[in-house]
């Protein structure tokens, strides 16, 4: 790649080497496995010694274009794609620790994260502690000697709390700890963590890396040095992505940059209507003045995403009302999407926290995400306005 262009021009040109056929478009290679000129190569190729692609669980070409582009875009320099994001997101924290060992992580992460630091890593004897994200003064009391990683996603989902990166980069080089940060809300065109000290950066590449919901995939991005033991643990693992998949979101990654700008757009619209709408009684939008992080959120993102999240005053029934009254917009646990999403996080996306995990990280029964699509703006409002 041409190191002197910018990061969307790279996710456009980045592709492979034409073939023989002088294709304009990279072909996809739907393969298994790979074919060897000799034994020696073969061998000297396992051996680490010759460049060569030996399966598909390992790498790919479909999916190496991937990870150059998606490192471009993020300022990194090695990846791994996976199967899923959530796959990437275990695979950030299991590759990095020993039996013993103590994670920090940030309250308002994901609920399958959360399962994963609550139910999984224990059971291996890895412990974690919660704090709190808008309170960096206070992490310090939470590290122990046997404390490795601070995990933390910026912003979080659903309810839209921002880390300060830049402090939790000082944080993380003051305690020897390696950051980690999911990025999946604010993509690499909004925000790049590893311009903040981020070590190691996670995706959900179903979402607005392949905006329109049509595949799974993970990634993880970072130095050689932590993605070598990250690559190890996975090559040997198998959570590798599908070629085609691979293939999917790299050709969308060539449109990120113009998607998000309209996502983006649409979504501080469509935030600063709902906050003059009667029976709402909170809108949280990252760009929204009213945000308590407003400041951090301009200082740290380029803009402030395609989620919005809102509060309903009836609680559950009035958000159910809501999603039942729909006629456009889709009822569904995804987001990321060019059609505009509805989910109830409490019921759903969130379901397994108790009531004051959710209560912790701001998820009331009242509360509706909206992943903004890519339709007129004036359409989402009438289609809202049946229910509200």
């Given at each position: 790649?041409?190191?002197?262009?910018?990061?969307?021009?790279?996710?456009?040109?980045?592709?492979?080497?034409?073939?023989?056929?002088?294709?304009?478009?990279?072909?996809?290679?739907?393969?298994?496995?790979?074919?060897?000129?000799?034994?020696?190569?073969?061998?000297?190729?396992?051996?680490?010694?010759?460049?060569?692609?030996?399966?598909?669980?390992?790498?790919?070409?479909?999916?190496?274009?991937?990870?150059?582009?998606?490192?471009?875009?993020?300022?990194?320099?090695?990846?791994?794609?996976?199967?899923?994001?959530?796959?990437?997101?275990?695979?950030?924290?299991?590759?990095?620790?020993?039996?013993?060992?103590?994670?920090?992580?940030?309250?308002?992460?994901?609920?399958?994260?959360?399962?994963?630091?609550?139910?999984?890593?224990?059971?291996?004897?890895?412990?974690?502690?919660?704090?709190?994200?808008?309170?960096?003064?206070?992490?310090?009391?939470?590290?122990?000697?046997?404390?490795?990683l601070f995990v933390t996603e910026t912003p979080s989902n659903p309810g839209l709390q921002l880390v300060d990166l830049s402090e939790a980069g000082r944080f993380c080089r003051t305690h020897g700890l390696t950051f980690i940060v999911d990025n999946c809300f604010a993509t690499?065109?909004?925000?790049?963590?590893?311009?903040?000290?981020?070590?190691?950066?996670?995706?959900?590449?179903?979402?607005?890396?392949?905006?329109?919901?049509?595949?799974?995939?993970?990634?993880?991005?970072?130095?050689?040095?932590?993605?070598?033991?990250?690559?190890?643990?996975?090559?040997?693992?198998?959570?590798?992505?599908?070629?085609?998949?691979?293939?999917?979101?790299?050709?969308?990654?060539?449109?990120?940059?113009?998607?998000?700008?309209?996502?983006?757009?649409?979504?501080?619209?469509?935030?600063?209507?709902?906050?003059?709408?009667?029976?709402?009684?909170?809108?949280?939008?990252?760009?929204?003045?009213?945000?308590?992080?407003?400041?951090?959120?301009?200082?740290?993102?380029?803009?402030?995403?395609?989620?919005?999240?809102?509060?309903?005053?009836?609680?559950?029934?009035?958000?159910?009302?809501?999603?039942?009254?729909?006629?456009?917009?889709?009822?569904?646990?995804?987001?990321?999407?060019?059609?505009?999403?509805?989910?109830?996080?409490?019921?759903?996306?969130?379901?397994?926290?108790?009531?004051?995990?959710?209560?912790?990280?701001?998820?009331?029964?009242?509360?509706?995400?909206?992943?903004?699509?890519?339709?007129?703006?004036?359409?989402?409002?009438?289609?809202?306005?049946?229910?509200?």
């Open positions: 790649m041409n190191e002197e262009q910018q990061p969307e021009t790279r996710a456009i040109r980045g592709q492979l080497p034409a073939t023989q056929y002088r294709e304009h478009s990279a072909p996809l290679f739907l393969t298994s496995s790979f074919t060897f000129p000799s034994a020696e190569s073969m061998a000297e190729t396992f051996a680490g010694n010759e460049e060569g692609i030996i399966y598909s669980r390992y790498n790919n070409p479909s999916v190496d274009e991937l990870i150059a582009k998606a490192c471009a875009l993020e300022n990194m320099e090695a990846g791994f794609a996976t199967a899923s994001g959530m796959s990437a997101v275990f695979a950030s924290m299991a590759a990095l620790v020993e039996q013993g060992d103590h994670i920090l992580a940030t309250r308002a992460v994901f609920g399958s994260t959360h399962q994963i630091l609550t139910q999984i890593l224990p059971k291996w004897g890895v412990t974690f502690t919660y704090v709190e994200p808008d309170q960096p003064e206070a992490w310090a009391e939470a590290v122990r000697p046997e404390t490795r690499p065109y909004l925000q790049r963590p590893a311009d903040f000290g981020a070590d190691l950066v996670t995706h959900s590449a179903t979402k607005w890396m392949d905006g329109q919901g049509r595949v799974l995939g993970g990634l993880l991005l970072g130095s050689a040095e932590i993605m070598e033991k990250v690559t190890f643990f996975c090559r040997h693992t198998g959570p590798a992505i599908s070629p085609f998949n691979a293939w999917v979101i790299s050709k969308s990654l060539e449109t990120l940059h113009i998607r998000m700008e309209a996502h983006c757009r649409s979504a501080l619209a469509l935030a600063g209507w709902l906050g003059e709408q009667r029976g709402i009684d909170r809108v949280h939008y990252p760009y929204l003045p009213s945000h308590p992080q407003y400041a951090l959120a301009t200082r740290q993102m380029s803009a402030g995403g395609g989620i919005v999240t809102f509060e309903l005053t009836g609680g559950e029934a009035a958000a159910r009302r809501l999603l039942d009254s729909v006629q456009m917009c889709t009822r569904s646990s995804n987001l990321g999407d060019t059609r505009t999403i509805l989910t109830h996080p409490a019921t759903t996306t969130h379901s397994k926290l108790s009531r004051e995990e959710r209560a912790a990280v701001g998820i009331t029964d009242g509360l509706v995400r909206m992943s903004v699509g890519l339709e007129a703006v004036r359409d989402i409002q009438a289609d809202l306005l049946r229910g509200l």
